[in-house]
DNA sequence: CGCCTATTTGATCTGATTCAAACAATGTGG
DNA sequence: CCACATTGTTTGAATCAGATCAAATAGGCG
């Protein structure tokens, strides 16, 4: 799972054998809660998931979407409080690894404890991009940013085929992440359907024009630092 | 200066005895740029940094501040490729540390290596609530939000003397910071004064009313983990 | 004094929100 | 297999928060 990273058989190994606990999750459950002090991270395996804040107004503010592999609570590890819930936007099967198990694999794989670190540096790095996303650029590019990142990180885990590739996001959840409504990011869609951009249907989504959509989006993968990484 | 982890005498020790060269450097100069490969992080020593990228269309997005202690480059150590650029706001002093020194004094002092990593963390917790400040709050809660973010990191530094402390921001980078328009930020300035939240006048802040001004920023400090950390 | 940078003001415009309602797809139980 | 509830998408119209443009004002400083 984590093998976008450039480790060792043996570290491998210690990685996939790591004892986990795998659950199945309805869509729209939380897995973790802000406020929480887990004792454990959790995995996504299957399905699609999110970290988000709820704010007073009642807004939910969705900071990054969970493909299978991430480990959307890893910075649990070190910073007791959670500041942030994690919920599925999907059914998920996703698997609970106690933290003992992985600092204590860090210890014996020194490559592994790097390789965590810059897993997290890696999410970092996206939430930078998001702040830029979001603060500077208006609906159509912010939207077009938003689906060649999402679809880059699916390409890399080799879930995109034939430039098509499951995206069970409503366009709620889209315009929760980008700070933006529902009715705008129908329109924003729309606009790009009409540009022959995407289709996007019943949660299929096709890019009809890469290159073109990337323009739009002022979309440059180097920060989500993939050539760092090694597929194995 | 980073002792605001609990550390023990030896590690302080070997914080502050790694080699670092310092420099001063005026203001509005890069120190570090978007696309570089540093071998070196920079500790903020004095002064006023932030980082930030620039969009196409000329527009600049801050996407934080950095204040005396912090090491706005961190992540550096781990993602050889920097996605974003760190420049002064003020006239500044800096001190550079060798990555290798910083890797081998994590490798010696395992406690170091989990500071480190605990800053990145911390680091990520704050872009996680920028985007829920940029994404889903109106300017008057947002700006407000800033503020306490700032204030209190400054106070967790001994920055802040009753209420009011140094704010060396121009009303510019603010804007750029939460991506909004100077004449906006402005008026939110004023509508602040006019509702005796704060004064702010050439950079020196006070802050006049501060639970008025964290109810209205939502602000709830959690998200900064200081609890974790221990003043020395 | 004159220059430069930062703040302030007024007027106008627009991207995006809100509200309200229709529509389409999918699933559920009788 | 159909009626009906549910969830997601689409549409139109009215409104607004905030952007933009342009110009004035105010400090700080060589």
Redesign the interface.
């Known amino acids: 799972m984590e093998s976008i990273f450039k480790l060792s058989a043996a570290e491998k190994h210690a990685l996939t054998s790591l004892p986990m606990q795998v659950s199945d999750i309805k869509a729209d459950q939380d897995i973790v809660r802000e406020g929480d002090r887990p004792s454990r991270c959790c995995v996504a395996l299957e399905g699609f998931t999110c ?1 988000y ?1 709820m ?3 009642g ?1 939910r ?1 969705i ?1 990054a979407f969970h493909i299978p592999g991430d480990i959307p609570d890893l ?1 649990s590890l ?4 959670l ?2 819930s994690v919920g599925t936007l999907t059914a998920c099967k996703v698997g609970f690894v106690q933290h003992e198990h992985l600092v204590d694999a860090g210890r014996r794989y020194p490559a592994l ?2 390789a965590f ?2 897993a ?6 996206i ?6 996303n ?4 208006e609906a159509y590019a912010r939207l077009a940013h938003l689906l060649c990142e999402t679809v880059t990180r699916m390409k890399a885990l080799g879930l995109v085929e034939d430039d098509s590739c499951d995206l069970p996001i409503t366009q709620v959840e889209l315009g929760d ?3 933006m409504s529902t009715v705008h990011v129908n329109r924003t869609v729309q606009a790009f359907r009409r540009d022959k951009l995407i289709t996007l249907d019943r949660g299929k989504l096709r890019i009809l024009d890469w290159d073109a959509l990337a323009e739009a989006g ?1 979309f440059d993968p ?2 989500l ?1 993939l ?2 990484r090694v597929a194995a």
């Open positions: 970290t804040k704010t007073r107004a807004k503010q900071m910075q070190h910073l007791t409080y500041d942030s404890a790097t670190w810059r997290t540096l890696i999410d970092a790095a939430f930078r991009e998001w702040v830029v979001i603060g500077s650029r992440a980008m700070g002022e180097k920060y630092h050539r760092d």
